[in-house]
């Protein structure tokens, strides 16, 4: 059972992809808690199951699933026990929504940008005709940082900036309580990305919409981050503050991450981490960052627990045991 004062809940939550040369264990046993209001970024190297980790809670399944299990808790409620249908009409794009990665290629060329923005709300029957439909989407384009007249404009007149930022409005046009962001300025050039982060920090500001924030970019992140989330190889090994992981990281993998980042405010030898990690086809048993970590020792020859090490800071290590 949930606890009722936190937002989202994942436990032990499983997605296996069906491939030729096996099962992919994409996402493994992962489990976490979140409040409202906080926004979390979550990191990794590619491949990690970040992006899965978000289609998995938000039931975004390709056709060759293999295995999906775990529970995913909202507001107390077990969402993984309803049908498709139900989780389609009540939870997803309702009350978590998505902006995937490279979202601004994904607009219709041929429909208005204003219609595909206010589309949710007619497809969940929120508002009661296109009118009032295309009064909220200027409501949100508001928020976004985007004039209304660009409601009838084409996805071909608007810049890249612009058109993420209307991706972003349709994410917010339900108003959700969790939005997940894969990669959102990844395609972006630098001052670009630098709006659309400072649009995030506003909305996160007066809106208190709950931000799960996948990316690769440690350094932007961290002005939105409050709270900073870790994967590797399918598996989720350190959740904490933001500041006290940006500062003081505590998993090895973690800590050659951050080691790995260049800084203004210290000069600094950047490292980065020996080897690769392990394939998912066939992961090795214990600890995977075990092959690839400096503190190995017999341990890490099981698997450790996702562990409560105090401050509100969870990490998968046998050295915090």
């Keep these: 059972m949930?606890?009722?004062?936190?937002l989202l809940r994942v436990e032990n939550l499983a997605l296996h992809f069906r491939t030729r040369r096996g099962p992919v264990q994409a996402v493994d046993g992962v489990s976490f808690e979140l409040k409202r209001g906080p926004a979390t970024v979550v990191v990794g190297e590619s491949g990690c199951g970040k992006s899965t980790l978000a289609r998995a809670i938000l039931r975004l399944l390709p056709r060759n699933v293999d295995?999906?299990?775990g529970?995913?808790?909202?507001?107390?409620?077990?969402?993984?026990?309803?049908?498709?249908?139900?989780?389609?009409?009540?939870?997803?794009?309702?009350?978590?929504?998505?902006v995937s990665q490279a979202a601004m290629n994904s607009l219709n060329p041929v429909i208005r940008i204003g219609d595909?923005?206010?589309?949710?709300?007619?497809?969940?029957?929120?508002?009661?005709?296109?009118?009032?439909?295309?009064?909220?989407?200027?409501?949100?384009?508001?928020?976004?940082?985007?004039?209304?007249?660009?409601?009838?404009?084409?996805?071909?007149?608007?810049?890249?900036?612009m058109r993420q930022r209307a991706v972003l409005a349709m994410a917010l046009i339900t108003k959700p309580?969790?939005?997940?962001?894969?990669?959102?300025?990844?395609?972006?050039?630098?001052?670009?990305?630098?709006?659309?982060?400072?649009?995030?920090?506003?909305?996160?500001?007066?809106?208190?919409?709950?931000?799960?924030?996948?990316?690769?970019?440690?350094?932007?992140?961290?002005e939105l981050a409050n709270r900073a989330a870790v994967m590797y190889a399918g598996q989720l090994v350190e959740l904490s503050d933001a500041r006290l992981f940006f500062r003081e990281p505590l998993h090895p993998y973690s800590q050659k991450l951050m080691a790995s980042v260049p800084t203004l405010r210290e000069d600094k030898k950047l490292e980065f981490i020996p080897g690769r990690p392990p394939s998912l086809l066939e992961p090795p048993t214990g600890c995977r960052f075990a092959d690839r970590c400096t503190s190995r020792f017999g341990k890490c020859e099981e698997e450790p627990p996702f562990r409560d090490v105090g401050g509100d800071r969870w990490v998968k290590c046998w050295l915090h045991a």
């Design 71 to 98: 529970h995913v808790w909202l507001n107390g409620t077990d969402v993984m026990t309803l049908s498709e249908e139900a989780f389609r009409r009540q939870v997803r794009w309702v009350r978590m929504s998505l």
């Design 177 to 222: 309580d969790i939005v997940f962001l894969d990669e959102p300025t990844s395609a972006l050039d630098v001052l670009t990305q630098t709006n659309i982060m400072n649009v995030l920090k506003g909305i996160k500001h007066d809106l208190g919409v709950t931000f799960i924030l996948i990316t690769h970019d440690i350094a932007t992140s961290s």
């Design 67 to 69: 295995a999906y299990r």
């Design 2 to 6: 949930a606890s009722p004062d936190k």
């Design 116 to 161: 595909q923005v206010a589309e949710p709300l007619r497809v969940h029957r929120i508002a009661t005709g296109k009118k009032e439909a295309l009064r909220q989407a200027g409501e949100v384009f508001r928020l976004v940082g985007v004039s209304k007249d660009f409601l009838g404009r084409y996805p071909f007149e608007l810049s890249g900036g």
